[in-house]
């Protein structure tokens, strides 16, 4: 055919795979076709491939799209696309690649956005990868693991004093829409003291990402941070290998002996995107229409962040939970308290009164607190909880006046009491508050009590 054919591009690309498959020596490769499609679940015959394989569908004009094996039936294989699918054609080649996901690491990343693959999306140009490592992570002894035993400063008073955080701890921020997790985070982000942040955008706005990025980080924050955006109309398999690739980023850190502070936003995106791959592939529902690999997929996720078995390396994490209609009880809620290292709960009716953070402190605990704190600080949170805890359990009657002065010393001390602790919980956003200062702030409300001198 003649150069000037405009088939001849085609014919030019088609050779260069071919030339490229030889160089690269695979042996035979076995193709399969494309046979059906439902929804965004790819069906192929002919070929075979291990779970979590990478494919090749090509179409008839020499197109290729990447797609990866999440299970199979008989002589069938189930696919998921990891990008656009316009433009895919029944009959389509299906060819198994032999490769695995893997996640792009390394120090040049930082300062960057990238995507669920780890391509740049903020146009500073090409990301030369010299490292790889899996994208699913290693699991190793948790009797190695380094105890979580230093207090990490998150530069927000009432997290710092009433709910400390120890360094290598996971947390999780549970609130509905709308009530101020994402600004937490960010708040979270510019203040706590880390080596490295990992930010993971997954299933979002994507208009939060820009906003997160300039007004959250910002230029300085984002010099010495990593943030891996995937929103809302990515594929379900990109949002939960934005995920892992997050993960995956801030385990290479640690590795390294670095302080990683890893923000995750949210968890319960990524576990519905597992439950839409899922019930695709015809697995039953279980829990309110979340299929059992959901709840498998959770700690294996969440697991991997925490302290560290070499290097002295650490990745702290806080995960974002929505709980949908403000359920508590939800079921991703409900799973992800049992698997994290404690809980903030925000408080919708907070939000709506103007208080921020909308901290529940009720509701809310931190595992780790009793490791990492002196017992002064314990008992000065133990009698603010209580004070803070009578005065909500006996609002209503308070507020109607209900409640006469005298007929309880607790609840008139709470009454007192309760002006001053609402100014402690209260915090501007642009004002961080440290962690010698949250301690001494607290102290000044509730000295500590010479045990001694009560005995006498």
């Excluded at 576990?271 to 959770?298: C, D, M, N, W």
Aim: some cysteine; charged content about 25%; glycine content about 10%.
């Amino acid at each position: 055919m003649p150069p000037t054919s405009k088939r001849a591009p085609i014919w030019q690309a088609r050779l260069a795979q071919c030339r490229q498959r030889v160089a690269e020596n695979r042996g035979l490769v076995v193709e399969g076709k494309l046979t059906r499609m439902v929804g965004l679940t790819l069906e192929a015959i002919g070929c075979r491939a291990a779970i979590g394989g990478q494919c090749e569908i090509v179409n008839g004009d020499g197109e290729r799209i990447e797609a990866e094996v999440v299970g199979f039936s008989g002589e069938s294989l189930y696919l998921m696309p990891t990008g656009d699918i316009r433009g895919l054609e029944q009959g389509a080649r299906v060819v198994p690649t032999g490769r695995v996901c893997e996640a792009v690491v390394g120090d040049h990343l930082l300062g960057r956005v990238i995507d669920g693959a780890g391509r740049p999306l903020d146009g500073k140009g090409p990301i030369h990868a010299i490292e790889r490592r899996s994208l699913t992570g290693e699991s190793f002894n948790p009797l190695s693991r380094t105890p979580i035993r230093e207090p990490l400063d998150v530069g927000v008073r009432a997290i710092n004093s009433l709910l400390s955080v120890g360094r290598g701890q996971r947390l999780g921020l549970f609130a509905g829409s709308g009530v101020g997790k994402s600004v937490l985070l960010g708040m979270m982000t510019r203040y706590t003291n880390a080596d490295v942040t990992v930010v993971g955008l997954i299933g979002e706005r994507g208009r939060e990402v820009k906003e997160f990025v300039e007004n959250s980080l910002g230029e300085a924050g984002l010099a010495r941070a990593v943030v891996v955006a995937v929103p809302a109309d990515n594929p379900p398999l990109r949002r939960m290998h934005g995920a892992m690739l997050a993960t995956s980023i801030a385990e290479h850190f640690r590795d390294q002996g670095l302080q990683v502070l890893l923000l995750m936003d949210s968890l319960t995106r990524f576990a519905q995107a597992q439950r839409e791959i899922a019930l695709a592939i015809h697995e039953p529902p279980a829990t309110k229409g979340y299929p059992p690999s959901v709840f498998a997929k959770l700690p294996q996720l969440v697991e991997r962040a925490g302290n560290g078995d070499r290097g002295g390396g650490s990745i702290t994490a806080f995960y974002t939970v929505l709980t949908e209609g403000d359920d508590q009880n939800d079921p991703i809620a409900d799973a992800a308290r049992a698997i994290l290292d404690g809980h903030i709960v925000l408080s919708r009716k907070l939000a709506e009164s103007g208080h921020y953070p909308a901290i529940d402190i009720e509701a809310s605990i931190s595992r780790a607190m009793n490791d990492i704190t002196r017992r002064e600080q314990q008992q000065a949170a133990r009698s603010f909880k209580q004070l803070y805890s009578i005065y909500r359990q006996n609002q209503d009657l308070i507020s109607v006046g209900a409640y006469e002065r005298g007929s309880d010393e607790r609840i008139d001390a709470a009454i007192e009491a309760m002006p001053t602790l609402e100014e402690f919980l209260n915090q501007d956003m642009n004002t961080p508050v440290g962690l010698a200062q949250s301690m001494q702030d607290l102290m000044s409300l509730f000295p500590p009590v010479n045990e001694l001198a009560t005995t006498a």
